[in-house]
């Protein structure tokens, strides 16, 4: 069985929704890889084409393994999850087919991913809440802040985290780099002392 593993790194400091479509060949596994914040709400939804005696799992992991949703032979639904940590999330679907049973066309599939303000369902909440369409505009648009804000936050401490491992290794640096002078300096005057002896002992000098 051959297989074919296709990760795809995605940024998602700001991007709230992913909608794309690929083509997966029989026994082979594709994966799309992406980073989410904590604590935000994952929905996605997806359709695979059928193909006769094809398989086609879906699973999705975190850098742990840790298994977020997991659907055998998947050809069409939705899954929803909650992200527990900041972590790089993977979602891979595989194709099963049996061997010696002729060629099959390749899957198409149809993957859409939203997580944050994108991922919340406002109708839903509008009618629990009992809202107004003004007001529901207005819990979008502090919502959308907010996880902007959390963007921004991240960015400044990993900044912050940056810049300290910088001055820590610039400070690693120089102190290898003044420990170095200083055995440089050490075996400099070894060798000037040793040297003397040397040819004093050989009564080239007094």
Known sequence: MS?????????????????????LPVNSRKCLREEIHKDVLVTGEY????????KTN???????????????????????????DYDMFEVCFESRFPMGT???????????????VEAKNYEEIAKVEKLKPLEVELRRLEDLS????????????????????NESTNAR?????????CCLIGLATWQVFYLRRFFKAKKLIE
């Open 173 to 181: 640096v120089l102190y290898f780099s003044i420990f170095s002078m």
């Open 58 to 84: 879906l699973k999705i992991t975190d850098s742990s393994g840790h298994i977020l949703y997991s659907k055998e032979d998947a050809s069409k639904g939705k899954f929803a999850f909650t992200t527990e």
């Open 3 to 23: 297989r074919l593993c296709v990760l795809l790194l995605l940024p998602a400091v700001f991007q709230a929704a992913l909608a794309i479509s690929f083509y």
């Open 146 to 165: 907010e996880s902007i804000v959390n963007d921004f936050a991240y960015m400044k401490k990993r900044e912050e985290e940056m810049r300290d491992t």
């Open 47 to 54: 359709e695979v084409t059928e193909q006769p005696n094809t």
């Open 102 to 116: 002729g060629r099959v066309p390749d899957q198409l599939v149809n993957l859409d991913m939203k997580h944050g």
